[in-house]
């Protein structure tokens, strides 16, 4: 069994969506909680810990590094192809690897094909003209990039 990624083990919902958007939404809601309970909303005191919920964030996503991930799939047996993939054929996929080889791989039964996600930006007059953040833009931003 062999799996092909072009970026991290994990994809879109491990590093740039799901995990490290609640790691960056929980403070916030977990301080307008507080402050909405009248018996201790007087005692609620500051703000967000940018630092610290950044530095949280890169807890969750392992600082952006798949290598546990991959560590996990060497150890179920499943070889870890680095680079993009396409269908050559019924069962056979050929991988243009990250080192400029080609190599193609065959299927005893089939193949699952996940192709990730990217942001769509709509058409709207002007839009090219501002800066655009998407998921990923806000999910890694770093402290020089967040406005406090």
């Known amino acids: 069994m062999a799996l092909v ?3 991290l083990v994990g994809g879109e919902c491990s590093y740039w969506a799901c995990i490290p958007s609640k790691a960056l939404l929980r403070p916030g809601e977990a301080l307008g909680a507080a402050r ?3 018996a201790v909303a007087s005692a609620i005191t500051g703000d967000i810990g940018v630092d610290a919920a950044l530095r949280s964030r890169d807890v969750f996503v392992h600082g952006f590094d798949d290598e546990g991930q991959a560590d996990w799939l060497q150890g179920i047996g499943v070889d870890l192809i680095r680079g993009h993939a396409r269908l050559a054929g019924e069962r056979t996929v050929e991988v243009d690897r990250d080192g400029g080889d080609t190599v193609t791989v065959e299927a005893r039964n089939a193949v699952v094909l996940a192709t990730g996600t990217r942001a769509s930006i709509p058409p ?3 839009v090219g003209d501002i800066e655009i953040w998407d998921s990923r833009d806000v999910t890694t ?4 990039r967040v406005a406090c």
Request: charged residues 45%; without cysteine.
């Open 36 to 38: 909405r309970v009248p």
């Open 5 to 7: 990624e072009r970026e």
């Open 141 to 144: 931003a770093n402290r020089s």
């Open 124 to 126: 709207i007059e002007g």
